[in-house]
């Protein structure tokens, strides 16, 4: 109880303080509640008056010589009649009016000498089109074409307008020539036109929104979360206040999650802020007609959903803006640092606001910029899959604890708290680096965080397609699992002077302890089984999982059987160990209780296989076998362990007619559950091997807490 209500104490104190500065008022209220309508109504403003200012004036239109001149000029004088006469034609009290464009008399023609002096007019934008005819142009012959060519500058808008506004007066002028030729001919109305095409915008009300919107979401989440960060760290060293604080007799833990949790309250207000802020702006400005053209509203549910994932995004950068800010020895000083961040926040935030880019591939775990396509798909009205969602959060909130473990770890540390500037450079300078036994949570959780895209886009690049089987991808995860999954690990743990042993749990194990990692491994599928079977009840097998096994079986039938062992069984086996239960698993058994760190460890193992429809079955195994490390202190049981379970899978894939006539099933009903025998044996052996892990006493884990000497 003392802990939370310190933590709670903590949190009310810094949260009204940070509430009293005007700069965050301003930065979290004022700026969203002002900046919206101005930006709505001055940009809608400043495009309507740019467009008719644009109608009233005259455009300057290059050709070249005289002669082609004189016969542009007239076919635009040929032009302007002949919609004065439409015009008088039409009777002003039908329904059937027809509303014909302006007569084009605003053109300024100028002839240049040659094409060169023409287009480089066109660059420099001395003049707004240019114009080249083929030869002299001849409307009352049949068998004439005319070839018009426009020069135009895409990026000037004047040139743009000329461009529509000269090309609308060739169509028309085309129209007219092909009617008189057909009625020449005596050919039917519709002789030229075989196919009448028609199209329908299908846009929602928010689409426009959708395109500008996240991103500045996003930059506004992150603004609102920069002035707290600065204050509660650089402000308080600033103040000459943060040294006192860390000598106080509250834990340190107490007052970092507090800092955090203020920094992360201010950004989500702020992100609030600014939803609710354009939201009300546009449906009581009544901008919503304006960007559905024919009614709709802005869906507030939507907007809901938008804030509710913005959640993990604003931990993230609330804890990202913390560590930076904790090396500032100044306000000035933390401003400059924040800088840097921001502009890496808009490399992918940017990339995202392409319009061309999707949420899929690579971008689904691309932080930053997977957060900001999911809003602009939500806000685009865009269906989006349940998969995509949910692999957007589990990142986020993946890069966000791997953010929050290191901002406590730096701000924790004397050397950042008492020393100068150059402490973050000596802090990882080798030489002042104090010898380890195990890493800290910091360090576990930042190196999956930045492992689990770098694996999600090995699986993506080498996934196979349609017409082909999974033979390459099973051959580079062979390859790369061992130099992603255990050599950057030990080589870290060697750089930061980490004792490898421990790290890593390479211990001989009880006798016990071996004999329960076989039971577990071979009995873990029967439970596993049964828990498929009844997701498959439940929620059905998404297509994505059986075209996957399906290929999967085919690159197994397609191998040597020692091959499928080795990269189906023994290399994932001692790769994922090492990795989950070694190197992550014992930097959170440094800070976390027993059960928080393999909770963990075993979440982030689900995670890691990508598939939504395994994770289940894959976060239990990854408990069992954190639990059996854990109990035995030893990596050797769940290597045990996890081989003999995939090599069971890989049994029952290779002959799986024999398998399912051994256990009594149906070839074509490999969903149903097991045979009791199946069950009741299997069942037996899985409890009785989880049992055999546990232990009456459990003996202190001082090889988590324990610091090698620096002599050693």
């Known amino acids: 109880m003392s802990f939370h209500r310190s933590i709670r104490t903590i949190y009310g104190k810094e949260l009204v303080d940070i509430l009293r500065d005007r700069r965050t008022l301003i930065a979290m209220i004022v700026v969203p509640i002002v900046l919206y309508p101005l930006l709505m109504l001055g940009s809608i403003q400043a495009v309507s008056y740019q467009a008719e200012s644009m109608e009233d004036e005259p455009l300057v239109v290059g050709i070249l010589g005289e002669q082609q001149a004189v016969e542009l000029q007239l076919l635009i004088e040929r032009d302007t009649l002949a919609l004065r006469q439409e015009k008088e034609q039409l009777d002003p009290e039908s329904d059937e009016a027809i509303q014909f464009p302006s007569p084009l008399d605003h053109f300024q023609l100028r002839s240049f000498a040659s094409p060169e002096a023409l287009e480089t007019s ?25 070839s018009v060519q426009l020069l135009y500058d895409f990026e000037d808008i004047r040139s743009m307008f000329a461009r529509n506004r000269l090309g609308e007066m060739l169509e028309r002028t085309a129209d007219r020539v092909r009617t008189a030729r057909k009625q020449h001919l005596g050919l039917p109305e519709a002789f030229d036109k075989p196919f009448e095409i028609t199209a329908k915008d299908l846009s929602t009300p928010s689409s426009i929104l959708g395109q500008i919107l996240p991103l500045i979401l996003i930059l506004m989440t992150i603004t609102g979360a920069i002035y707290p960060a600065i204050d509660l760290t650089a402000g308080e060293r600033e103040r000459g206040t943060l040294e006192s604080l860390m000598v106080s007799p509250v834990p340190v833990i107490d007052l970092i999650v507090g800092k955090f949790l203020v920094v992360t309250t201010v950004a989500i207000m702020g992100a609030a802020l600014n939803l609710a802020s354009v939201t009300a702006t546009v449906y009581f400005g009544g901008f919503d007609k304006m960007i559905a053209g024919t009614g709709g509203g802005i869906p507030i549910v939507t907007m809901v959903v938008i804030l509710l994932c913005l959640i993990p995004f604003a931990v993230l950068m609330s804890a990202i803006m913390i560590a930076v800010c904790s090396f500032a020895r100044t306000f000035k000083e933390a401003q400059n640092y924040v800088t840097p961040v ?10 995202a606001a392409l319009p061309a880019t999707r949420l899929e591939g690579i971008m689904l775990v691309m932080p930053v910029g997977n957060m900001v396509l999911l809003a602009k798909e939500f806000l685009l009205g865009a269906t989006v899959p349940a998969l995509h969602i949910v692999m957007v959060l589990i990142s986020t909130t993946l890069y966000a604890g791997a953010a929050v473990a290191l901002a406590a770890n730096i701000f924790g540390k004397e050397s950042v708290v008492f020393a100068d500037a150059g402490s973050f450079k000596a802090g990882l300078t080798r030489g002042l680096i104090k010898p380890s036994a195990r890493p800290t949570i910091s360090m576990g959780l930042l190196f999956v965080a930045v492992l689990f895209p770098v694996w999600f886009f090995v699986q993506a690049a080498f996934s196979p397609g349609p017409d082909e089987d999974a033979s390459g991808l099973l051959h580079a995860t062979g390859v790369l699992m061992p130099v992603l999954f255990v050599i950057l690990p030990v080589a870290m743990a060697a750089y930061w002077k980490i004792d490898i ?23 873990a599928w029967v439970p596993a089984h049964e828990l498929n079977v009844l997701q498959q009840f439940l929620f059905g097998i998404p297509q994505n999982v059986i075209e996957s096994a399906e290929r999967m079986g085919e690159a197994l039938f397609a191998l040597p059987v020692a091959s499928v062992f080795l990269l189906i069984a023994l290399v994932p086996a001692l790769c994922e160990e090492l990795l989950f239960r070694g190197f992550l698993l014992s930097g959170l058994g440094s800070a976390a209780k027993k059960w928080t760190a393999i909770l963990v460890a075993g979440a982030v193992f689900g995670v890691f296989h990508f598939f939504l429809f395994k ?28 081989f003999l379970h995939n090599a069971i899978g890989a049994t029952s894939a290779l002959w799986q007619e024999e398998w399912l006539g051994w256990l009594g099933v149906q070839a074509d009903d490999e969903w149903a559950h097991l045979p009791l025998r199946v069950l009741v044996v299997g069942g037996v052996v899985f409890v009785g091997g989880v049992l055999m892990m546990s232990r009456r006493k459990e003996p202190a884990r001082e090889s988590y807490t324990t610091t090698i000497p620096d002599g050693s």
């Open 342 to 351: 921001i502009l890496a926040v808009l490399i992918p935030g940017g990339i």
């Open 122 to 146: 066109i660059q420099n934008r001395m003049i707004n089109l240019g114009v080249v005819l083929s030869g002299e142009i001849r409307t009352d012959m049949p068998d004439r074409t005319n």
């Open 615 to 642: 994770f289940p079955v894959t976060f239990v195994l990854g408990i069992l076998l954190g639990y059996l490390c854990w109990q035995s202190r030893s990596i050797l049981p769940g290597i045990i362990a996890h």
């Open 501 to 523: 042993r421990n790290t890593f749990s390479l211990r001989v194990p009880p006798l016990r302890h071996l004999f329960a990692g076989i039971l577990v491994g071979v009995s």
